[in-house]
C-alpha cells in the first residue's frame, strides 16, 4: 500500500508562485510513476502534470504548461509541482497520484493510489 501526503497549499495572489510537495512511503519511490490532479468545486478531477519513474518524462495539460513544471527527487520519496503565474482558474484542491506503470497517464482511472489533498486559493 502507498501513502501519498501533500502540503505546501494555501492562499497566493493572482501572478504569485506555489511549490507544492508529495512525500510518498510504502513502496520504493522509483517503482512509482506521479501525477498531480486537481479538483474544483462542482467540477471533476482534472489531470495537470505528471512524471515518469526515473523522471525522464513528463506530461502537463495545456492549462498548465509553460506555468508549472513537475519534478521529483527520489532519494527523498518526494514529487514537487512548481506553479507560476498562478490565476483564479487554477484554484482547487490539488491531489497526489501514483502508480505503477512505466508510462505516465493522464486520467483519474491510471492512478491507483491518492492522497488526501491540499488547497490552493487564488485571489484575484
Known amino acids: 500500500q502507498v501513502q501519498l501526503v501533500e502540503s505546501g497549499g494555501g492562499l497566493v495572489q493572482a501572478g504569485g508562485s506555489l511549490r507544492l510537495s508529495c512525500v510518498a512511503s510504502?513502496?520504493?519511490?522509483?517503482?512509482?510513476?506521479m501525477a498531480w490532479f486537481r479538483q474544483a468545486p462542482g467540477k471533476d478531477r482534472e489531470f495537470v502534470a505528471a512524471?515518469?519513474?526515473?523522471?525522464?518524462?513528463?506530461s502537463y495539460s495545456d492549462s498548465v504548461k509553460g506555468r508549472c513544471t513537475i519534478s521529483r527527487h527520489n532519494a527523498k520519496n518526494t514529487v514537487y509541482l512548481q506553479m507560476n503565474s498562478l490565476k483564479p482558474e487554477d484554484a482547487a484542491v490539488y491531489y497526489c497520484?501514483?502508480?505503477?506503470?512505466?508510462?505516465?497517464?493522464?486520467?483519474?482511472?491510471?492512478?491507483?493510489?491518492w492522497g488526501q489533498g491540499t488547497q490552493v486559493t487564488v485571489s484575484s
Open positions: 497520484a501514483a502508480t505503477l506503470t512505466r508510462t505516465v497517464p493522464g486520467t483519474t482511472a491510471g492512478y491507483a493510489y
Open positions: 510504502g513502496r520504493t519511490f522509483s517503482d512509482l510513476a
Open positions: 512524471i515518469s519513474m526515473s523522471g525522464a518524462i513528463t
